[in-house]
Every structure is written in structure tokens, then in C-alpha cells.
């Protein structure tokens, strides 16, 4: 092979485990490229940003480490701010590029860009090579074709389990091409140019997250062999406060920083050199089911964008700004809902017990379109991964692949199960560190002289409640 070459890279900014990454790298040349797509930092209609604050910064993070470490191996990151289909062809022609190595996306956004970009190059008899990546189980290995995907996930695990395997993870290249001379790399935008208000996150988030492959592979070894954590994943992952009572591998996942094959190596290595146990098996069970998302999403397309979901169905919601804007802003009254709103929109995370709980009382509760919930996770998650996140939403709104269509989280009972002693609420909410366990996920039923007697003045302190449901009534006694 002789030529030179380019590496468009996507949510897959690492270099372990990097099919186009080991494929490019046999060419004489190779121009690794990444496009700060305007289209990801626009406003959406519901007045948010598409790409919100910290998920800009954990990107902006990720792409700098990736820089780093493409230079270390000779080469070097070109990064331009533009449409993958106009930059990408402009470098081409200006530096006589014939082919184009990246991974495949599914959902209907990243589709357009790739057809409009191999469109684009296709007039000057450019050679592409798309490639499956960002799988536990590789697409070829899969015992059914795509378009056969169960949609129950008990049945794809069990079927993937039986009769699939995970395969090993790629090695990094030893060294890369050179660059061709004279090509600008081109410089990391910052929040300003991207149009994005960049902001610290809270101090009180449950842990530093800082993007880049060398972070992700520090968090790795960190959660299984510093601390052996994973030894108790089972028992804790639903866990509220701390670093470690999840993987919180899910940032890294996201921006490609660190593929799920890595994971489940070190996860296999894990029971072989510690312990095997409920909890490992646990840790490869998320992995599948982040595989049956992207799975779900490449057999149905756009329709996991659609109100009624992959079921077609006809949901009936009301269109509330009042509840959205509160729901969005973490003060809906209800106490487990708000801390958890406010997690998200101080750090950028949000537990997943948490996410299913206020996706639920949005949705279930309020009644309010899912969509706006789903877009909403997208712009604030630093983990938001388009087929995890929109096809967890058709889940909980009961338009996906959940086989109990009437699934719904009582927030009550989810908050004295979950956060007995009210730890959680205090953590987020401080206006609320006087009330004592009793009364700390039932702020909204206590009257004012009680609320005045805990130094917390109604509806100025802590905002009344804009909704509460009949389902919760045998979970309000004040007796735990």
C-alpha cells in the first residue's frame, strides 16, 4: 500500500483498539483529522445547547489527549472547526489524499454526515473504508443478521452469550506515517468560538473527570486493581454518592476514549487474578446492554427519534413549560427529583438510578413529552452516547424495548430506598440540611409552621411542590 491517507476520527478518540487507526497506519502517509462540527454546539428548539458545558469540556479534553498522543507516535491531530464534508475534502485535495479510513456511525445525524462526505469525495476517485468499531460484540460475529436484533434484551444477551464471543482488543500501532509537509494542525477551539459558555463543575461531583484514552485507562486501573471495587459493582451500582459505587467508565465510552473490548478484557483478566463473582459478570452485563442500544438503533433508524419511538405508538402528553422549565431546573419541590436534576446540571452527571427516577417523573408524573427529556441529557450529560441515551428514554417512556410497558418509578419509594438517611438530598440541596430523616424526601407535605420551625421559609428556601402523584400516598408516612 502507498498512498496517502486520511483518519477521520469520531466518538472514537483513542488509539487502542482502533481498526481505521491500525489500517491507516500501512499508508506511506496519513492525516489524522477531527471537525468540531458547528451543527453540535447549535441551539436546539428547545433553547438549550446541543453540546452543553461540561460535555464540551470533557470533549475539548479528550480531543487535546488525543493530539498528545498521536504525536508521540510521529504524527500529529489536523483539527479544524467545520463540516466534516467541506474540511475534510478541502485537506484531501490540498495534500493529493486518495483514502479515507474511519468508524461507522448508525444513527441518523452521523449517516447523513458520512453519505454527504463520501458524496463529496467521491468525484475525485477517493477510496473509503468505513469499519464497525465501539462494539462489545463485532457486527460479523453476531448470530442473527442486524435487522433481526431481538427487541427484548434478556433474549439478545442470552442468544450473544451462547452462541457469540468478544474479540480481543487491537494493539496500538507501533509508530504512524508522517504527516505531509506544510499542513496547518490547525488550533483546539475554545468555548468562545464554539459558541458555548464553558464553567467549572460543582466541587461536590463525584469525581474529576477529565477526558483523554490515558485518564480512561488510569480509571480502569484505578476501579479494578487499585481498589478492587468491582469485586462489589453488584451491591453498589446503584449507589447515590462517591467515586466508586459505579464504574463511571461511561464518559470515557462515550468519547471513544476507551473501547468496551479494553473493558471486558480487563474485566476477564480481573477473574482470573482476584475473583469471579456476580459482581465482574455485572460489569460485562452493562456492556451488553450498551451494545443492544447501538444494536436497536442501527435495525430502526430515526424511528428512536420518533414521539411514539420504535413501537409506533401514540403517547399522550401535555405540553407544560411550567413543569419543564422546573423539572429542567431542579426545582420541581419533590426533593429526590431536584437534587438529582441539580447533580446534572452542576457536574454533567447524574447517577443511573437517578436518570431512570426523574426520566420517569417527567414522563410518567408530569406527563411532558420525552423528547424534550432526551435532548435535554444530551446537551448536560458528559456521558451521552446517542443510542444509550435515546433508547434508554424510549424505554422508560414505554415506546422501546421494555417488555412492561407500565414500568414506572415511585419516586418516593425510590428516594427512602435508595437514599435512606436523605445523605443524597443534603449533598445537593444544603436548604435542606435542617430537616431530619423523616422529613427530608417529604418536604412538600409539611405545613408551613413546621417548615419555619427547620429555619426553611416556604416557597422561598425550598420551592413548593408542582406536582404530586396518588401513587405515592402509602410512602408518605413520616414513619421509615
Sequence with gaps: MSRNGII??????????NAPLLA??????????????????????YGFPKTGPYRTTFLLESVSALRDQLRSLGSDLIIRYGKPEIE??????????????????????????????????????????PTYGNFLYHPDDLPFPVNETPNVFTQFRKTLEKRSHVQSPLPVPDKLPPLPENISPGELPDGKKLGIALKE???????NFTGGELNALKRVQHYLWDSRALSSYKLTRNGLLG????????????????????IHQAARRYEQEVEKNQSTYWLIFELVWRDFFRYV???????????????????????????????????????FIDANMRELNESG????????????????????????????FESMLIDYDVYSNWGNWNYVAGIGNDPREDRYFNVISQAKRYDPKGDYVRHWLPELQTLPVKKIHIVFQLDNQTLQKYKIRPGKDYPQAIYTAKAWRKHLSSKY
Design 8 to 17: 477521520w476520527f469520531r466518538n472514537d478518540l483513542r488509539l487502542h483498539d
Design 24 to 45: 491507516a497506519s500501512k499508508n506511506t502517509q496519513l492525516i489524522p483529522v477531527y471537525c468540531f462540527d458547528p451543527r453540535h454546539f447549535e441551539t436546539t428548539h
Design 88 to 129: 475534510i475534502p478541502e485537506i484531501a485535495r490540498a495534500n493529493n489524499s486518495s483514502a479515507l479510513y474511519f468508524h461507522k456511525e448508525f444513527a441518523s445525524e452521523e449517516i447523513a454526515v458520512e453519505k454527504a462526505l463520501v458524496a463529496a469525495l467521491a468525484k475525485d476517485s477517493f477510496q473509503v473504508y
Design 201 to 207: 463543575p460543582d466541587r461536590r461531583r463525584v469525581l
Design 243 to 262: 467515586e466508586d459505587y459505579s464504574s463511571k467508565f461511561s464518559p470515557w465510552l462515550a468519547n471513544g476514549c476507551l473501547s468496551p473490548r479494553q
Design 297 to 335: 438503533a442501527w435495525k430502526y433508524g430515526r424511528r428512536i427519534f420518533f414521539p411514539g419511538g420504535i413501537r409506533d405508538a401514540r403517547p399522550n402528553w401535555q405540553d407544560n413549560e411550567i413543569f419543564m422549565q422546573a423539572w429542567q431546573d431542579g426545582k420541581t419541590g419533590i426533593p
Design 349 to 376: 452527571f447524574m447517577s443511573n438510578r437517578g436518570r431512570q427516577n426523574v426520566a420517569s417523573f417527567l414522563v410518567k408524573d408530569l406527563r411532558q413529552d420525552w423528547r424534550f427529556g432526551a435532548a435535554y
